[in-house]
């Protein structure tokens, strides 16, 4: 009985410490929203906000995501270019429209007889912005298996699912531009539609280098290179669209010696090339293929022979929200338009499903320009206290608010923020979306709190200020770690 009545005290007064160090940051919590808990945030952003990088433009939304009260807005109805913040929208109704679990797939069919396929090889795809060429040998090992040796009707690729206009809206603003950041998108695209050229140098100095283009037969190609003794390894490439496919130069001087190194350019006709690269697979696994590759529906009734299906869409958008990559955000906003058509899909189809999912969030059609899915160039206009309205719409849906947290760059720890976001009062609870053009700089996204509940939606979007990206960045990082400070004092 001494023991216990000894350890009662001890008991109470740790139950009472406990009580007196939790309460403070629960009333916190609780409070934080009332007028008088976000004045301080609100006077220490109005200062930062004034502080506008290179005379530029700015819009400036902060947003309390539970109850939706407005903490803070600077020019918040300036409709400003968001750049690559356009892909927190196409992100977000994507989920919305085709599910997480959303899975693109491609098939290869024919008429198999013995080891051989009568007539030709068919492909036809459903968008997948994953396929690669792995996943073509895949399906060909499965032919493989089915005992076929040969096909003797060439390779015909089925890109119905999609119309023919490969290119997003406002891409052509530079056409001469043939890194892959600008890729054409497809219904059977492969390897993000990028041309691979492998360059070693030649057996001895003064003849050309080796150039290999992957796959082969697509592109055609012009050699102007020469093997020097001693020198950087600084071949020139250019990629140009000519006569329905793509023409490749490279010229300039490899050194003896040198190891491959391995460049990648767009290419221009997603289904030619896609189609070159099922032949390739098919010959490299033992299986001839007579007659050429084209272009052409899939007859009806015409067997299944083999398919790859994708990862789901909450895994692909990591390359959306984490990598930015223009690409895979095209790809997936052409496929929501493919789910109201079910075939040749159109732009203005997948931005018509669109514009209904931000209508539910509070966006009026008409009151935004939203073009392109990935936000290059200068296809998309929105304000930010409209992104912040869309950040609260996505994240109080439970269907697809995990999987679009987890597509958003980390703090600190992955994505285009990896490098930002690093101290410890700020790391892993910034989620966000980044965007940079010439003139442009763009962040949005949420800054959570401790015990991960109540979030702040945030959205700065800087225009017209060339030149200025890291002082932008850095407006950016003191509203967003001002809120980090309020969120987790």
């Known amino acids: 009985m001494m023991k216990v009545r000894r350890l009662v005290p001890s008991i109470i007064a740790i139950s009472v410490a406990v009580f007196v160090f939790a309460a403070p940051a629960s009333r916190a919590q609780d409070l934080r929203v009332e007028s008088g808990n976000t004045d301080a945030l609100r006077q220490t952003l109005s200062k930062i906000a004034q502080r506008v990088p290179g005379n530029g433009v700015v819009g400036v939304a902060v947003m309390d995501v539970m109850t939706g009260a407005e903490i803070f807005a600077r020019n918040g109805d300036e409709l400003l270019n968001p750049a690559s913040n356009a892909k927190i929208i196409t992100a977000a109704c994507a989920l919305k429209i085709l599910g997480p679990e959303y899975r693109f797939e491609t098939s290869l069919h024919g008429k198999k007889d013995g080891a051989a396929i009568r ?77 691979s050229i492998v360059i070693r140098p030649g057996p001895t100095g003064m003849v050309k280098a080796r150039v290999n283009l992957k796959p082969p037969g697509y592109a055609i190609l012009t050699n102007d290179t020469i093997t020097v003794g001693q020198g950087a390894h600084n071949p020139k490439i250019s990629a140009i669209s000519y006569e329905g496919r793509t023409r490749v130069r490279v010229w300039g001087s490899v050194p003896l010696g040198a190891r491959p190194v ?53 895994s692909i958008l990591w390359e959306t929200g984490k990598m930015s990559n223009n690409f895979v955000t095209e790809m997936v906003l052409k496929t929501i338009g493919a789910q109201a058509t079910e ?73 285009t923020i990896k490098s930002r976001y690093r101290a410890r009062s700020v790391k892993r609870r910034v989620r966000a979306k980044t965007g940079t053009l010439s003139d442009v700089s763009a962040l949005s996204g949420y800054v959570m709190d401790h015990q991960g509940r109540n979030p702040i939606a945030f959205s700065i979007l800087v225009n017209k200020a060339p030149g200025y990206v890291s002082a932008s960045r850095g407006y950016q990082e003191e509203i967003v770690n001002a809120i980090a400070e309020h969120l987790n004092p």
């Open 119 to 195: 007539g030709a090889i068919y492909i036809k795809g459903h968008a997948d912005p994953t396929l690669s060429t792995l996943d073509l040998r895949k399906m060909v090992d499965t032919l493989r298996e089915m005992g076929i040796r040969r096909v003797e009707g060439g390779v015909v690729v089925d890109d119905t699912y999609f119309d023919g206009e490969n290119l997003p809206y406002a891409f052509d603003q530079q056409p001469k531009e043939d890194n892959k950041f600008r890729s054409p998108v497809g219904a059977v695209s492969l390897n993000h539609n990028a041309l």
């Open 343 to 415: 075939t040749s899909a159109t732009w203005d189809d997948a931005t018509s499903a669109v514009e209904k999912v931000l209508e539910d969030w509070g966006l009026a059609a008409g009151s935004y320009t939203y073009r392109n899915g990935s936000g290059l160039f200068d296809a998309n206009l929105f304000s930010a206290r409209q992104f912040v309205k869309v950040l609260r719409g996505v994240y109080l849906d439970s269907g697809v608010r995990p999987e679009f947290l987890s597509q958003l760059a980390t703090g600190g720890v992955d994505g």
């Open 262 to 314: 391995t460049y990648f350019r767009r290419i221009d006709n997603p289904s030619l090339f896609t189609g070159y690269g099922l032949r390739a697979a098919l010959e490299e696994a033992g299986i001839s293929v007579g007659g050429d590759v084209r272009v052409g529906p899939l007859p009806p009734g015409t067997p299944r022979l083999a398919s790859n299906m994708s990862a789901p869409l909450s």
